[in-house]
Structures are given as structure tokens and as C-alpha cells.
């Protein structure tokens, strides 16, 4: 039995049940040459045998790129022109097979069994202290985030609410591999630069949803440098359609949920990293400006800075 929820994309399969059946499912890609994948794989290689430069043949020119931040991280050191792994620990148990995210965090109940494990990437979002965490249909509250340890403890909860994290999110492109026009719109694709926090979180209702209580946490940055890709209209396009500035981030919320809504039809990871945000003032580098935004979801990519086409909106 399948239970459609409120959310468009839900009610749209609800009304064409074929699309839902009929589909054949999207192939998992995975791209080995994405940095984050690629440095966790050449250090799990310099454990086995020491990197060499004919090695390029399997790791691609990123080795010259990635060398370098192994070795000022210390998990590797050079010698007689090969890279040797450094630490005296092997590096598998730490790489994650469920994400990019960093190595997992344990969850274990107050002097009990553990309950599992969470990746480094969900931890502060998911596990803060005074989170709700469900597993296996049982509620617990954590009472602990030790992040040295990375170790998160629980205990059982009977409460009648939930909680939901707030993030504050700073994007800036750094670098851009394409762009198309697409009727008044620009999309682009490059590498873009995250910065996330955790910064509060909100007791919600069971059931009615209304908010409770809305508490402050002080949690360390994350950062990621990932690829992405977006659109952009100049001035003219939102005049052209009647849009004021004061109604300008309203209208591009909404057409944030609307990709939200979309999207996973053509790639159901999308959703994760859906954005909507107007670039902030600042003074970026060329070709890589930033853009800001205090969302409880997700924020975006600011519009690329060039000086063929500076498009001023996102």
C-alpha cells in the first residue's frame, strides 16, 4: 500500500500511478573522480602499496591535485617519489560506504546497546543535542554530541513532539565548466563551495506541526566543495514579469519548491541540494561570488560573476 503525502510530487504519482510503475529505476552513478571520493580511495591505495606517478593511469590527473592536501593532512609523506601512507591506522574502517561525509558517528543508547551509525555529514542535523532521533519506529532523545569521539548517546523518548534543525548555509562558485541559455534563462554548471552550521533547532507539535520552542546550538562549521548547477535571469526578465523586489525572494521560495517538486522525476537525489537564494553583497574573487541564506532546508548557489554576462539575479 502506498500513502501519498502532501507534497506535490507524492499527489502527482497518486493521480498517474503508471509513471510511478512503468518507469524503469534510475542507474546509481557515482562519479570517481569527484575529489571527496577520489582522496578517500588514494589513501585506502598508498595503505596497500605507495602511490607512484605511473598511477595516474587509475586515479586520473586529480592525483597531482589531491597529493598535496594527503600530505598536508599528514595521512600520507612522500619519499623517493612515491607517497606512503603515513598513520598507523588503515584508512577503510573510517571511509563510509553510505556517503562522502566523513568516517560515521556511533549512536548508542546511555549504558546500553549501540543502535547504530550515522554518517559525518547528517550528525549535526540529525543527532544535536535535544534532537529527536528515530530508529526503527522508536523515538530517542540525544542527550550528547561528542564530535572528537564522534560518538552520539541517547536515551528512550515518549514525548509528544519533534524537532527540526535551522541551518545557515554560504554557497560561492568556484569555478564554472559550462553554460547554456535556455529561452530568458542562463543555466550554468562548475564547482561550488559550501559552508553549512547548525544553528538552532525547533520543538514542533506532533501532529498540528505548531512550533514549540525554538532553542540555539553552537556547532562548529561543515565544509564541502562539491559540483552544482543553476540558473540565472538578468533584470529584464523579472521586470517583464511584474515582479517588485519585495515579492523577488518570495517568488524564487517558490520556485525552489518547485524544482524540489520536479526534479526527482528526472534524478531522485535532487532534492538534497535544491537551493534558492539571492546573491549577497560582498567583494568575491572573479568568477566566484557568494551567496547567502538562514533557511530550515537549503539554500543556493549564487549567480556566477563574468565579464561576457554578469547576470544579477539567481
Known amino acids: 500500500m502506498l500513502i501519498g503525502g502532501r507534497d506535490a ?24 573522480d569527484n575529489p571527496e571520493i577520489l582522496s578517500d580511495h588514494m589513501g ?8 607512484e606517478p605511473s598511477d595516474r593511469v587509475y586515479f586520473g590527473e586529480a592525483i597531482e591535485e589531491l597529493a598535496p592536501s594527503l600530505a598536508d593532512s599528514g595521512a600520507v609523506r612522500a619519499r623517493d617519489g612515491k607517497l606512503f601512507w603515513a598513520r598507523r591506522r588503515p584508512p577503510a574502517p573510517s571511509v563510509g560506504i553510505r556517503s562522502t561525509g566523513g568516517p560515521p558517528f556511533t549512536i548508542a543508547v546511555a549504558g546500553g546497546d549501540i543502535l547504530g551509525t550515522i554518517d559525518d555529514g547528517r550528525a549535526h542535523s540529525q543527532t544535536h543535542r ?19 569521539q564522534q560518538e552520539v548517546t541517547v536515551q528512550p523518548f515518549d514525548g509528544d513532539y519533534y524537532t527540526q534543525p535551522q541551518e545557515d548555509k554560504d554557497l560561492a562558485v568556484a569555478g564554472i565548466a559550462g553554460r547554456k541559455q535556455v529561452g ?56 517583464e514579469a511584474g515582479i517588485g523586489w519585495r515579492d523577488l525572494p518570495g517568488t524564487l521560495h517558490a520556485a525552489e519548491h518547485t524544482a524540489i517538486a520536479m526534479l526527482p522525476m528526472c534524478s531522485p537525489s535532487a532534492t538534497a541540494g535544491t537551493w534558492a537564494a539571492c546573491p549577497r553583497p560582498s567583494t568575491p574573487t572573479p568568477g566566484a561570488p557568494s551567496s547567502s541564506s538562514t533557511t530550515a532546508t537549503r539554500a543556493a548557489p549564487a549567480s556566477p560573476a563574468s565579464a561576457s554576462s554578469p547576470p544579477p539575479a539567481t
Not at 510530487?9 to 570517481?32: C, G, I, K, T, W
Open 44 to 51: 585506502c591505495a598508498a595503505y596497500e602499496l605507495p602511490l
Open 184 to 239: 530568458a534563462i542562463e543555466a550554468w554548471v562548475g564547482r561550488v563551495e559550501v559552508e553549512t552550521r547548525v544553528v538552532a533547532y525547533r520543538r514542533k507539535a506532533v501532529g498540528s506541526g505548531a512550533i514549540l520552542e525554538t532553542v540555539p546550538l553552537d556547532l562548529p562549521p561543515r565544509f564541502l566543495t562539491t559540483e552544482a548547477f543553476w540558473f540565472t535571469f538578468d533584470q529584464a526578465t523579472i521586470d
Open 130 to 148: 535535544g534532537a529527536i532521533y528515530l530508529h526503527q519506529g522508536d523515538s530517542y532523545l540525544v542527550t550528547d554530541l561528542d564530535l572528537e
Open 9 to 32: 510530487l507524492d499527489q502527482y504519482y497518486m493521480s498517474h500511478p503508471q509513471e510511478l510503475f512503468a518507469r524503469a529505476s534510475e542507474a546509481a552513478v557515482v562519479n570517481p
